[in-house]
T-cell receptor, first 115, second 112 residues
């Protein structure tokens, strides 16, 4: 069974540009969550999508947005990039909304560097 | 809202034990534990529900004290393969499922 796939693995962008990251969940998983990981900050929750609807959102500015398609694949977009957006962006899928019986399965992440 | 993990880092010799704690200021519905090795994705270890549940898998076990809003991860007779960063993820007991908030992580290094 294929795991969570994130593309691309690495991205280098310039301040002010925008970027789109892609995530393909495990087959049969309907929930996709996005996290930003930086040294010292751990895993910061961005948002969670379930059945094409954003169900939860973290404390990130509106420059961070996402969507989920009918096949559960998800994309995350960051506009007007800032240097502080440099991070590892992790996508995680779960069968249902994450709860006691639905753990997260993480992808290997997209490493974004903003120069 | 982010849970607090302690210690931030720990260094062990093979065979030694370790305890990692996770505390929340909010009432919790469940606690998840994950381990991330350097350069890899976090991997699920176990989930605990409110009710003082304790779970275990071989030499790694965990407990959840609902009243204290705390969870602890116990690693006994540590092996080199236990090295990595451990994260607790908390689901707040407010009926809003689907949002898992992680602590800042505890880095564990096991030496021969």
């Amino acid at each position: 069974k294929a795991g969570v796939t994130q593309t691309p693995r690495y991205l280098i962008k310039t301040r002010g540009q925008q970027v789109t990251l892609s995530c393909s969940p495990i087959s049969g998983h309907r929930s996709v969550s996005w996290y930003q990981q930086t040294p010292g900050q751990g895993l910061q929750f961005l948002f969670e999508y379930f059945s094409e609807t954003q169900r939860n959102k973290g404390n990130f500015p509106g420059r961070f947005s996402g969507r989920q398609f009918s096949n559960s694949r998800s994309e995350m977009n960051v506009s007007t990039l800032e240097l502080g957006d440099s991070a590892l962006y992790l996508c995680a899928s779960s069968r249902g909304q994450v709860s006691y019986n639905s753990p997260l399965h993480f992808g290997n992440g997209t490493r974004l560097t903003v120069t | 809202q982010q849970p607090v993990q302690s210690p931030q880092a720990v260094i062990l010799r093979e065979g030694e034990d370790a305890v990692i704690n996770c505390s929340s200021s909010k009432a919790l519905y469940s606690v998840h534990w994950y381990r991330q090795k350097h350069g890899e994705a976090p991997v699920f270890l176990m989930i605990l529900l409110k009710g003082g549940e304790q779970k275990g898998h071989e030499k790694i076990s965990a407990s959840f004290n609902e009243k204290k809003q705390q969870s602890s991860l116990y690693l006994t007779a540590s092996q080199l393969s236990y090295s990595g960063t451990y994260f607790c993820g908390t689901e707040i007991n407010n009926g809003n499922t689907g949002k898992l908030i992680f602590g800042q992580g505890t880095t564990l290094q096991v030496k021969p």
